[in-house]
């Protein structure tokens, strides 16, 4: 499946609807925010509109209230977007984002060794 690549405001509440098991309303969704200042229930709906019109979600009508699920898995997105990533910033070069990542300090070479290792043994 070929995705687009979601606003902040997106990616929030597919954070969001991921965390779910079940199914979500928006008044759900805003009780879930991790946020001081909640939005309008009107912002969230009009997000959540979005993500439906995208492909990413879904939702059962139960009477008036809508209980949204996400379509698309968070492993598949986050797929999606570190490609993108590495496409857009590192040239395509996977190796490039690891350099930038023990360079900037961001992983250590005991991590990267600690890494290796795990990947050795899921073989």
């Given at each position: 499946m070929k995705y687009q690549k979601l606003t902040k405001a997106e990616e929030e509440i597919m954070q969001l609807l991921w965390d779910q098991s079940e199914l979500c309303t928006v008044s759900q969704l805003i009780a879930e925010m991790n946020?001081?200042?909640?939005?309008?229930?009107?912002?969230?709906?009009t997000i959540i509109r979005t993500l439906e019109k995208k492909g990413f979600v879904d939702y059962k009508a139960y009477g008036r209230t809508h209980a949204y699920f996400p379509l698309i898995m968070k492993k598949d997105y986050t797929k999606f977007s570190l490609k993108k990533l590495i496409s857009g910033y590192f040239e395509g070069s996977t190796n490039e984002l690891i350099s930038f990542l023990v360079k900037e300090n961001d992983l250590s070479l005991k991590d990267l060794n600690d890494l290796i290792l795990k990947l050795h043994n899921e073989k």
């Open positions: 946020v001081e200042a909640k939005p309008p229930h009107s912002t969230i709906s």
